[in-house]
């Protein structure tokens, strides 16, 4: 967050401390989970002892832990957070997933990139009774998955190698992508024509169609997934213009599903002076 963008939302009445704090939190995600006090400075514009006091805090509590070599790493208490948020959203999701299923018959699910990993939080499963590798709760390498590459595409490509030189690239089947190069191949294809696809790379008899959940609270993506029997090209032709249809309307259930402002002005803040 810039600094002209800490002074704003501190004037809209919130607690500076906390916007500050939750600032630094998502810095360090973008950084990949860890990272040093003077990165912190240079990507959040905020001088170093207000960092330094903010990660003290962070530790304590332990949303934030120190390295070894003085570095810091995002905290295991925030894994029941990011646990607890999935939960909301998997409720969101299922009318509209449900939708999927009833217009395509096939089963539908909706995925976040969380860290490195994707994990299955929401899925309406197909009335036939054909059984796939997904179910709630799963994590998988993103490399192999439709939900993964339209996770994915919407990074920077470097961000992209620097993920994938850390999880790997094994080969699920022998249509698996398992290069770098290949993958962002694929991923530029992907943001050329708004969906993804899993052709096989999964589980070997299976398609996926993905689309990204635009202007989701925290990177998410909605799928169908069936026999490659019945998702050939032609039903994904179909598919897809629906599939991007519920995305949006997703989209905007999340967003309404925001807490309203409260009343009254801000609570004071003790560490509001500059620095």
Not at 106 to 116: R, S
Not at 139 to 149: I, M, Q, S, Y
Not at 225 to 247: I, N
Request: proline share 8%.
């Amino acid at each position: 967050m810039p600094p002209s963008d800490v002074r704003k939302s501190s004037a809209s009445g919130g607690v500076q401390s906390l916007e500050r704090a939750f600032a630094l939190l998502e810095h360090m995600a973008d950084a990949g989970g860890e990272t040093g006090l003077s990165e912190l400075a240079a990507s959040s514009g905020l001088p170093l002892p207000t960092i330094h006091r903010l990660m003290r805090t962070l530790v304590a509590c332990g949303y934030v832990r120190q390295q070894p070599n003085r570095r810091y790493a995002l905290g295991p208490r925030l894994i029941r957070l990011g646990e607890a948020a999935a939960r909301p959203l998997a409720t969101w999701a299922r009318p509209h997933l449900a939708r999927l299923v009833e217009a395509t018959g096939e089963t539908a699910n909706m995925a976040l990139l969380d860290g490195d990993e994707v994990v299955y939080v929401a899925q309406v499963p197909s009335r036939h009774s054909m059984r796939m590798f997904t179910e709630v709760g799963r994590r998988v390498r993103p490399h192999a998955t439709g939900v993964g590459k339209a996770l994915l595409a919407g990074l920077p490509d470097a961000e992209v190698r620097a993920l994938l030189g850390r999880t790997g690239m094994p080969a699920a089947t022998e249509r698996t992508l398992t290069t770098p190069d290949a993958f962002l191949a694929a991923l530029a294809t992907v943001r050329e024509h708004g969906f993804a696809v899993d052709d096989n790379e999964q589980e070997i008899g299976v398609r996926c169609i993905a689309v990204l959940v635009p202007d989701s609270p925290t990177a998410a993506a909605i799928s169908v997934s069936g026999p490659a029997g019945r998702l050939t090209d032609a039903a994904t032709e179909k598919m897809v213009p629906l599939l991007q249809e519920v995305a949006r309307e997703l989209s905007a259930a999340l967003a309404g599903a925001a807490l309203p402002e409260t009343e009254g002005p801000g609570e004071p803040d003790p560490e509001a002076a500059p620095g």
